[in-house]
Nanobody
Framework: QVQLVESGGGLVQPGGSLRLSCAASGIPFSRYYMGWYRQVPGKQRELVATITPSDNTNYGDSVKGRFAISRDNAKNTVYLQMNSLKPEDTAVYSC?????????WGQGIQVTVSS
């Protein structure tokens, strides 16, 4: 059974930091393109960051320079380090894994940036 399980979300003040984790099981993780996406109610899902099996990264324009995606293949885990958080970063963040025709999503985790 394939599972992607996010953790590390919560409430943080503007300017603060959080690190999200996504632990994968049931897939050959090292072969997967992994990503983080976010969604606010009433809006389209937005790309946050992706990382390839060879550690090439890509970021959405709104998070460039503030967020960093990384992966640990030994732990089957992808991370999202979020710094200099802004209220507009508030959203449900979801982990995504893609390999050939297979696409899997985590259940999502809430991140709220507020004073």
């Amino acid at each position: 059974q394939v599972q992607l399980v996010e953790s590390g979300g919560g409430l943080v003040q503007p300017g603060g930091s959080l690190r999200l984790s996504c632990a994968a099981s049931g897939i050959p993780f090292s072969r997967y393109y992994m990503g983080w996406y976010r969604q606010v109610p009433g809006k389209q899902r937005e790309l946050v960051a992706t990382i390839t099996p060879s550690d090439n990264t890509n970021y959405g324009d709104s998070v460039k320079g503030r967020f960093a995606i990384s992966r640990d293949n030994a732990k089957n885990t992808v991370y999202l380090q979020m710094n200099s958080l802004k209220p507009e970063d508030t959203a449900v963040y979801s982990c995504n894994g893609v390999y050939t025709q297979n696409t899997y999503w985590g259940q999502g985790i809430q991140v709220t940036v507020s004073s």
